[in-house]
């Protein structure tokens, strides 16, 4: 039984007291301390006269991170830059990890992308009342007419539900595509669809980051609410 | 026949008949960003991400039949091995 259902249910690493540990919450802790360290690394000498190949590079990413911000709300990216930044190196370290042999993306669980969802959700509704008072946040909610409340809350509720879905049934279906593949021939034919995994995480965590900043930017009213 | 091949049968037409709608969405919808990228080869950046984003919703639907799917064949509720 425990090996039918091993491919919702994460096997129990350790406990913590009373509280087991997956093994996809080890996974997702050892990428949070190796992002923090990169980042540490990266940022410890900040140049401007004589920047280092490694800066340069941090450069491009918050560049990239920043002008999608500003194309997608077309809002300026330093409010949302930390939020949208890390969700997207977060999800792009989680889908790229089962390069490594023996590593299970712990974006493959609908936990991870359940919290990741929550953590949109929330920020979502905090940033739509703060920009508009809770009145005006509330009256978004009966556009265009009031007829169409009951349809909005669902629409909030079903897409946050989706965002959560989509990732991480993409990410879970290309594992077991692979493992079946692996599973019927074995040696080297697998290894076009590892490369095609490669594409799929980072499409993936794009259309995430995509989609989250449409959220906010549709709550924030900075662009049309999608 | 019983319950688990019942849900094997189900699994597989879920899968089956959901592909086809998102099939047919995502061919229409690349095509008319092909249509758009010949006219406008300058909005290329443009087109490309809302294609990206529109094809994601698309998918959406056959993912969620992939995930009643796989549940239907590795947690079934109604299946008890």
């Known amino acids: ?226 | 026949m019983n319950v688990e091949m019942i849900s094997i049968l189900s699994a597989g037409i879920a899968i089956g008949l959901g592909a086809i709608g998102p099939g047919i969405g995502e061919g229409i919808a690349v095509a008319g960003a092909m249509d758009a990228l010949a006219r406008q080869p300058e909005a290329t950046g443009t087109i490309t991400r809302t294609l990206f984003v529109g094809l994601a919703m698309i998918e959406t639907m056959a993912i969620y039949c992939l995930v009643i799917a796989l549940l239907l064949l590795f947690a079934n509720p109604y299946v008890h091995a």
């Open chain 1, 1 to 226: 039984m425990a090996e039918k259902t091993s491919l919702i249910n994460a096997p129990i690493v350790f406990h913590i007291g009373p509280v087991p540990i997956g093994l996809e919450v080890l996974t997702t802790w050892v990428i949070m301390a190796v992002l923090v360290g990169v980042a540490w690394y990266g940022s410890r000498r900040l140049s401007v006269t004589r920047p280092g190949r490694f800066q340069v590079v941090l450069e491009m990413a918050v560049g990239f991170l920043g002008d999608l911000i500003r194309d997608v709300m077309g809002a300026e990216p330093d409010t949302f830059l930390p939020l949208i930044g890390t969700l997207f190196l977060y999800i792009v370290t989680c889908n790229l990890s089962p390069l490594l042999p023996g590593v299970k993306p712990p974006t493959a669980s609908f936990e991870t992308t359940g919290a990741l969802g929550l953590i949109v959700f929330c920020t979502v509704h905090i940033l739509g009342v703060r920009r508009r008072g809770l009145v005006g946040y509330l009256r978004t909610y009966l556009q265009p007419t009031v007829i169409f409340l009951p349809l909005n809350v669902l629409g909030e509720l079903t897409r946050t539900f989706a965002l959560m879905v989509r990732l991480a049934g993409n990410i879970m279906s290309h594992e077991l595509t692979i493992a079946v593949i692996i599973g019927l021939v074995g040696l080297l034919v697998p290894i076009p669809f590892m490369a095609l995994s490669i594409l799929v995480g980072l499409v993936q965590a794009y259309i995430f980051t995509i989609l989250a900043a449409v959220f906010i930017g549709g709550a924030m009213g900075t662009i049309e609410k999608a």
